[in-house]
């Protein structure tokens, strides 16, 4: 029962699977096999992915949009459960479109600092593929219950990743929490999916869990009844939050946070890429797509008090970060505080934040996995992470300084960086606010509530400067100590490729952000009119 | 599309670029050459400047029609969000044109210089791409159309700021100087950036020409009332925008980064000072003039709120800066004071509405203070000269053990002018140009550039104070007083560095074998073997000294193209700079009338300041150890007698400008600097650390504990509940036996 197939989507979501497999199928001592299989699996989804979204049509995507329809384009649509109303249904909008790009390219770069991984690396291999298989699974689904199932998909070789090859300190507590708080968060999501899945279909008499038709269903007014017959609660603002929240674990929202600085640090240098960079955007994709997209009046209802724990977010990782010892822990709760800013951007709820969060999404995504490569390639050498041990490391490894600083010039919104192009527009339509008034009257009617949100959000900023300096002058500038690291290699033609790589698109979309703004920008128009700004 | 670069509308793009372009090679293929390195950056900034001037002469002759209305610029969209464009463009305009005649010329002087004063150093390469990006940044905000990539070149020179004055990073203090000033910048960099972005969601665009020569659009800013603390949004976006300036051209309470900022190399020194950095922070307020004037009539009396913050701050500034230079041993450090005080100058002149007067002293500053600057770079390397010499053969060492970290009070030995003294002989040219330099600076009449433009600026205070504005009489009463601070500092500065004997065995070895002298390079011309032989040198000698002579140049002459057309003689002039100018602006400001009161309080203030100095460090300069040698070459009678004659020098020393030492040294350095601004920014910064400690306990123990709680209580329930779980069917039956008979119990009440 094929509608429709165009066979790119599902290349990219099946070869990491297919690599994985020929991986295990490889003889023990093939390592070197292994690795390449892996790399030329991830780059050929990587030219897959640069295809999409080079040719992605932003004209038809906002036809779409100002005709009120969904859009998805390279859409494969094949029909699979169809007594449950599921189907094999993959197709990349807008927003999509970026994140598969950044997947790829985090896990690209991921298969390259790796190569000197000697440690079970076949099994290493395989199940980092399959974790990209499953990032990329939840981007690239239409059908929720394929993006339900990636979701879930990605978490188990995370929780093995972390468990076998992590730091041997924390590997199991962390692996455990991380697991833990994913699973309820998704678990607590999953019972949301179910209820506009039987919402829609009593109203509709289809049931499916094709975004589409749930999509229609919410156009027409399924989820805006009362989830209660006698109670004016809806089922858009009873179950907007645990949609969202339930999700937002894996975006890191406060005080949902704490599984992900653990699962960081504890995970090995590819993992904490993929983790931070990636997995982290998956959570606030799904909150996006299937809460406030299929939700808009819940989204209304929730997301002005939400966007106070997006700003608790900001701050708060931001103060933690600043007195960490640990330099993987630093970057951990940068982390924290960027997605901060991704919330804040979503409860903008008009085009220009909620740009910006994607925005931020791509370059949180690629400056974060550039940050955990260049901390990985200082770990491999000096052995400790304690900052006050470390020190003139850009005499030794200048490359790395220099990719770590300017990533830390993105992460402080420098201009002229991805950081700031995706920054500014947050905090712009942060001050704008949503074209209507908040639920609460209090809200508006003291003072300008999003404006001193704006303010204190820029708070965040001055203190990333502050803890990014900090990390930049403990390990790069001062002194090199030579007794203690008197044997420093130099870093590997993999790596500078890697770091390369990522660093090419911090300025590429710094200098030019119109690569990725129009594109965006489509993918969020139909979100923002259905919340009426 | 078809684009003639040479067009004045497309030119600036290529102004701004060369450098630009010069950094992205060093950085990414020259760096392992300091020759292909410096080549490139040479070509880039000499580019800049040819293009600089072709533009300055199209804007010039363009502007024979009808002045300043021709603009030129050209702009491309950047990111368009919804209905939100944001653009990229150059406008060339009068204001711009001038900033053009400054910028890539001292960027180019001090290019030249670091040449010479670099050469030694092993990161070369480095320091010129840095530079580079450096000058590219202060060109793309000269040039920029739009408040956006003004903000662009304004962020990207603070990184350059953070890189170059900790260029030297294996030093901790540099380092830390380095951060202290990023991050104090970027205190005022946000506040300004919350600015931008009001701005914008307000007007819907930031270009210059859509907000600056629209008064429609002014006037919606004022109407509208601000969303916060009150007031019209026009004022709260100009003083959001007036605190970005607060930050950058480092005025009081956020001017401690800069006297630090001298942990850089010397020419960093000179480009910060001049050229870039704290030149942009005026030059920002200045171009935003008309919006931070907005719905205020200052032409009679009525100030706007940003105006009467930089009148207030701008003039305090000037006075406690100056007051705090003459307290300073450290030669950069007096320097960087009068720096501060000299902008403060300006920030304060547009607050009473002198607008040209600051755009003109801004320039003239920027080639004095860039001199200055080289000068004592020279200075410095003489005396690190002598000091090593003095260090190998034992004679009076320095003082103090170089702190590890930035410590206030600590004054590097070379930088120390106390230890100085007598260097005039092995630094004619050196000292002369600084001499020029510093009357610029000190404001001597007719002859210097300052003396114009600071002129200028009281003169306006002047106007306004007979019109009897408040805000008037304050400045014109703090900048008068900081006049004549200027005058006397410069002097003791100078007097104590080259007058008199060497004091100390540095100074006496000072330069010695060193580059600088211009006998070398003569004694070479006429073929005689000259003292110093290496021929690399006297190259050296030549970078360091040709930029030190057009600065000179420009340092005297740059004021004649600003005076009053009613000055007796030299007014025949015409004052071409206001005309020029004023076509920047809508409304065209009026020359004020020419008064002779304020013309003569200036000179009277500079010659004043200049004459307590030279009575003081000029006439006895300071000997060794004190002991004066007139003394016994006349005897103890006649020398008494002078003694008595010297009365009121005693009288001066003991009771003005001891307690005046006293006050600037102890109170305001080491109580109010030191403890209080110091002290609160700290007390800040330590708020901060134990919040983000506190959040951190608050992180493991109240969300981790309940966190991991749960799991745990849950395991903990288990392992009770495991217990039970005997394994003794004896125990399993007895239970069993205990619920059938509950149960039963239940069921026997239930239906009974």
Redesign the interface.
């Given at each position: 029962m094929v509608i429709t197939f165009s066979g790119v989507l599902t290349g990219i979501l099946l070869t990491p699977i297919v690599a994985a497999v020929i991986i295990l199928l490889l003889k023990d001592e093939s390592k070197e096999q292994a690795r390449i299989v892996a790399a030329l699996a991830i780059g050929f989804t990587l030219l897959l992915a640069l295809g999409v979204f080079f040719g992605y049509n932003v004209d038809e995507a906002n036809a779409a949009a100002d005709a009120g329809d969904t859009y998805f384009a390279y859409e494969d649509h094949v029909k699979w459960i169809e007594s449950i109303g599921v189907s094999w249904h993959l197709g990349v909008d807008g927003i999509s479109a970026p994140m598969v790009l950044l997947t790829s390219l985090a896990g690209f770069c991921g298969v390259l600092i790796s190569w000197g991984m000697e440690d079970r690396t076949r099994e290493f291999l395989a199940f980092f593929l399959l974790l990209v298989a499953g990032v990329y699974g939840v981007f690239l689904a239409v059908d929720l219950f394929v993006l339900f199932f990636f979701y879930e998909l990605s978490i188990f070789p995370m929780y093995f990743l972390i468990v076998i090859w992590g730091w041997a300190k924390t590997r199991e507590y962390a692996a455990m929490?991380l697991t833990?708080?994913i699973l309820i968060g998704s678990v607590v999501a999953l019972i949301g999916l179910l209820v506009l899945y039987f919402k829609a279909g009593q109203a509709t008499g289809v049931y499916s869990f094709d975004f589409v038709d749930l999509h229609a269903a919410a156009q027409a007014g399924a989820f805006d009844t009362p989830f209660f017959s006698g109670s004016d609660a809806t089922t858009a603002r009873l179950w907007f939050p645990a949609i969202f929240l339930g999700f937002g674990v894996l975006a890191g929202i406060w005080?949902f946070h704490?599984?992900s600085p653990d699962g960081h640090v504890a995970a090995p240098t590819a993992v904490s890429m993929i983790h931070a960079g990636v997995l982290m955007k998956m959570g606030a994709f799904s909150a996006l797509r299937v809460g406030v997209q299929l939700l808009p009046e819940g989204a209304k209802a929730h997301l002005p008090w939400i966007v106070f724990l997006a700003l608790i977010n900001v701050v708060?990782g931001a103060?933690?970060a600043?007195?960490?010892r640990d330099f993987k822990y630093v970057i951990g709760f940068s982390s924290v505080s960027h997605m901060g800013l991704v919330s804040l951007g979503f409860a903008t709820m008009?085009?220009?934040g909620m740009?910006?969060a994607g925005l931020q999404m791509f370059s949180h995504g690629v400056m974060t996995a550039l940050f955990f490569a260049c901390v990985g390639m200082v770990y491999d050498r000096a052995h400790t992470r304690d900052l006050p041990s470390l020190g003139?490391f850009?005499h030794k490894v200048p490359l790395v300084a220099t990719a770590f600083i300017l990533g830390g010039?993105v992460s402080m919104g420098?201009?002229?960086l991805s950081g700031?192009?995706a920054e500014?527009?947050v905090?712009?339509g942060l001050?704008?606010g949503p074209g209507f008034l908040p639920d609460p009257g209090w809200l508006t009617s003291t003072?300008?509530y999003y404006?001193?949100i704006?303010?204190l959000a820029?708070l965040g900023?001055?203190?990333t400067?502050?803890y990014i300096?900090?990390v930049v002058?403990q390990v790069f500038?001062?002194?090199y100590n030579e007794e203690r690291f008197p044997h420093v290699t130099p870093i590997t033609l993999y790596d500078k490729i890697a770091l390369g790589l990522l660093m090419f698109w911090l300025v590429l979309l710094g200098v030019y952000?119109?690569l990725m703004?129009?594109m965006i920008?489509s993918g969020v128009?139909p979100i923002v009119s259905m919340l009426g700004g | 599309m078809d684009i003639n670069w040479f067009d004045a509308d497309y030119l600036p793009w290529l102004i701004l670029f060369f450098p630009l372009l010069s950094f992205g090679i060093i950085v990414l293929f020259t760096a392992h050459s300091r020759i292909l390195s410096q080549v490139v950056a040479m070509t880039g900034v000499c580019v800049a400047w040819l293009l600089s001037m072709i533009e300055f002469i199209k804007v010039v002759w363009a502007s024979d029609a009808e002045l300043g209305k021709e603009v030129f610029g050209s702009t491309v969209?950047?990111?368009?969000?919804?209905?939100?464009t944001f653009k990229m463009g150059v406008l060339v305009d009068p204001l711009t044109a001038y900033m053009l005649l400054m910028v890539p010329l001292a960027c180019l002087a001090i290019f030249v210089y670091s040449l010479g004063y670099m050469r030694g150093d092993p990161h070369n390469s480095r320091f010129f791409g840095y530079i580079s990006l450096f000058a590219g940044a202060m060109l793309t905000l000269v040039l920029a159309d739009n408040l956006?990539m003004l903000?662009?070149g304004w962020?990207?020179m603070g990184?350059c700021s953070?890189l170059l004055i900790?260029f030297w990073?294996?030093k901790?203090s540099a380092?830390q100087a380095g951060?202290k000033a990023?991050?104090t910048t970027?205190?005022g960099d946000?506040l300004m950036?919350?600015g931008v972005?009001?701005l914008?969601?307000e007007t819907r665009t930031l270009s210059f020409r859509d907000i600056l020569y629209d008064e429609a659009v002014l006037e919606k800013l004022v109407n509208t009332p601000s969303?916060?603390f009150g007031g019209s949004a026009a004022a709260l976006i100009g003083v959001l925008l007036v605190m970005g300036t607060i930050g950058k051209s480092s005025q009081f309470p956020l001017h401690a980064w800069l006297p630090d900022a001298m942990e850089g190399p010397t020419p960093v020194s000179a480009m910060i000072h001049a050229a870039t950095m704290v030149s942009a922070g005026v030059y920002m307020v200045v171009r935003m003039f008309p919006l931070l004037s907005a719905g205020a009539d200052f032409h009679n009396g009525d100030f706007s709120t940003p105006m009467i913050i930089m009148g207030l701050v701008g003039g305090f500034t000037a006075l406690f800066a100056a007051v705090l230079a003459v307290g300073q041993n450290d030669i950069k450090r007096i320097l960087a004071y009068s720096t501060i005080s000299q902008l403060g100058y300006m920030v304060a002149a547009l607050g009473v509405g002198a607008w040209v007067a600051a755009a003109f002293h801004l320039v003239n500053h920027a080639f004095f203070k860039a001199l200055l600057f080289m000068c004592s770079g020279v200075v410095i390397h003489s005396m690190e000269h002598g000091e090593q010499h003095a260090a190998e053969h034992g004679h009076d060492p320095a003082p103090h053990a170089e702190p590890d970290g930035l410590v206030m009070d600590y004054v590097a030995p070379p930088n120390d002018v106390l230890r100085m003294g007598g260097l005039f002989r092995k630094l004619p040219i050196t000292a002369i140009t600084m001499a020029i330099g510093g009357l610029s600076l000190a404001g001597f009449p007719l002859i210097t550039a300052g003396f114009w433009s600071k002129d200028e600026i009281i003169s306006e205070a002047w106007h306004g104070t007979t019109e009897g504005y408040p805000l008037a009489l304050f400045v014109l009463l703090v900048l008068a007083t900081a006049a004549l601070l200027t005058a006397f500092y410069t002097a003791r500065m100078w007097f104590l560095t080259f007058w008199g004997k060497p004091r100390t065995a540095a100074a006496e070895h000072a330069g010695e074998g060193s580059q600088v002298s211009w006998r070398n390079l003569w004694a070479r011309l006429r073929r005689r073997p000259a003292k110093a032989t290496d021929p690399g040198e006297q190259l050296t000698a030549l970078q360091m000294e040709i930029p030190l002579l057009v600065l000179a140049f420009l340092a005297i002459f740059a004021g004649f193209i600003g005076v009053h057309t009613d000055f007796p003689l030299l007014g025949d002039l015409d004052n071409p700079l206001h005309e020029f100018l004023s076509g920047t602006l809508i409304e065209h400001p009026p020359v004020i009338d020419f008064d002779w009161l304020p013309v003569l309080v200036s000179v009277a203030l500079a010659l004043g300041g200049l004459a307590v100095g030279f009575v003081l460090y000029g006439i006895r300069p300071l000997a060794k150890a004190q002991v004066d040698p007139t003394e016994r070459a006349l005897g103890p009678g006649i020398w008494q007698a002078l003694q008595n004659r010297f009365y009121i020098d005693m009288l001066i020393r003991r009771y003005v400008l001891r307690p005046a030492e006293h006050v600037a040294r102890k109170i305001v350095i080491e109580d109010i600097d030191k403890d209080t601004i110091d002290g609160v920014l700290e007390s800040v910064a330590e708020g901060?650390?134990w919040?983000?400690?506190a959040?951190?306990r608050f992180?493991t123990v109240v969300?981790?504990g309940v966190?991991?709680g749960i799991?745990r209580a849950i395991g903990d329930f288990g392992s009770w509940f495991r217990q039970v779980q005997t394994g003794r069917i004896q125990q399993y039956l007895l239970v069993v036996t205990l619920a059938l008979l509950i149960i039963g119990a239940l069921f026997l009440i239930q239906v009974g």
């Open positions: 929490k833990l708080y005080p704490n599984w708060y103060l933690i600043f007195r960490q008009n085009v220009t740009t910006g003139g850009v010039l420098m201009p002229g700031f192009v500014f527009p905090l712009v001050w704008k003072f300008n404006g001193t704006a303010l820029v900023i001055i203190i400067a502050a300096l900090r002058g500038f001062g002194v952000p119109r703004t129009p920008e128009k | 969209d950047w990111m368009t969000l919804g209905v939100s956006l903000f662009i962020e990207v990184l953070y900790g990073s294996h901790k380092y951060v990023f991050m970027r205190v946000v950036l919350a972005g009001y914008f969601l969303v916060l901060f650390i919040l983000g400690e959040f951190k992180n969300i981790d966190g991991d799991p």
